[in-house]
Nanobody, 121 residues
Framework: QVQLVESGGGLVQVGGSLRLSCAAT????????MAWFRQAPGKEREFVAV????????YYADSVKGRFTISRDNAKNTVYLQMNNLKPEDTAAYYC??????????????WGQGTLVTVSS
């Protein structure tokens, strides 16, 4: 079974930066597109960004476009999310997951524990 472990969250001021990491074990990581999602308190989980398995293509939610960058290291079975110019509305628990393809942001594996990002104003 695949295990997803997110890390790198924390408390940051408006305009600050964080880099999240997601380590995957248990399945061939490089087979799948990987995505980041987030869930704010009282809201449903939403798509943030996705990267194809070959790292050739990425796609972002409009709310983070130009501020967040997704990347992956298949040799390390790890996907990253660089978050710059953070805003209070970015406050959420962030999760990664494998997805069927870049156009289908549906998690394929059991969700990890997530990593909490809090942006203070």
């Amino acid at each position: 079974q695949v295990q997803l472990v997110e890390s790198g969250g924390g408390l940051v001021q408006v305009g600050g930066s964080l880099r999240l990491s997601c380590a995957a074990t248990g399945r061939t990581f490089s087979t799948y597109a990987m995505a980041w999602f987030r869930q704010a308190p009282g809201k449903e989980r939403e798509f943030v960004a996705v990267i194809k398995r070959s790292s050739g293509s990425t796609y972002y939610a409009d709310s983070v476009k130009g501020r967040f960058t997704i990347s992956r290291d298949n040799a390390k079975n790890t996907v990253y999310l660089q978050m710059n110019n953070l805003k209070p509305e970015d406050t959420a628990a962030y999760y990664c997951n494998a997805v069927p393809n870049i156009g289908t942001p549906i998690g394929l594996e059991p969700w990890g524990q997530g990593t909490l990002v809090t942006v203070s104003s």
